[in-house]
Nanobody, 121 residues
Framework: QVQLVESGGGLVQAGGSLRLSCAAS????????MGWYRQAPGKQRELVAT???????VYAVSVKGRFTISRDNAKNTVYLQMNSLKPEDTAAYYC???????????????WGQGTQVTVSS
């Protein structure tokens, strides 16, 4: 079992910044890729950014240049620094992490409970 605990959401004015954190804990051998997804009301959940254990990153086009994903492998924690926020960034943000129970087992994806980000115009 893996628990993902997110923090850092809130209300911010357009142009402002927020930093999200997500820490993985529980019973696992290692954590692989970690990432952030978001879901606005009435819309499907979408990828925001992902990062591998080696540091390779992928960003959604809509956030490239404004958001930065990073991780601390020693703490099994992933961060999302969000700058120049826009009202269209308003959504529930969900942390995702792939973890494996043993060295030889496959990775299973886990989700956090979500943290709300609201950007006012």
């Amino acid at each position: 079992q893996v628990q993902l605990v997110e923090s850092g959401g809130g209300l911010v004015q357009a142009g402002g910044s927020l930093r999200l954190s997500c820490a993985a804990s529980g019973s696992f051998f290692s954590v692989g890729a970690m990432g952030w997804y978001r879901q606005a009301p009435g819309k499907q959940r979408e990828l925001v950014a992902t990062i591998t254990s080696g540091g390779s990153t992928v960003y959604a086009v809509s956030v490239k240049g404004r958001f930065t994903i990073s991780r601390d492998n020693a703490k099994n924690t992933v961060y999302l620094q969000m700058n120049s926020l826009k009202p269209e960034d308003t959504a529930a943000y969900y942390c995702n992490a792939e973890a494996r129970r043993t060295y030889g087992s496959g990775y299973i994806a886990w989700w956090g409970q979500g943290t709300q980000v609201t950007v006012s115009s």
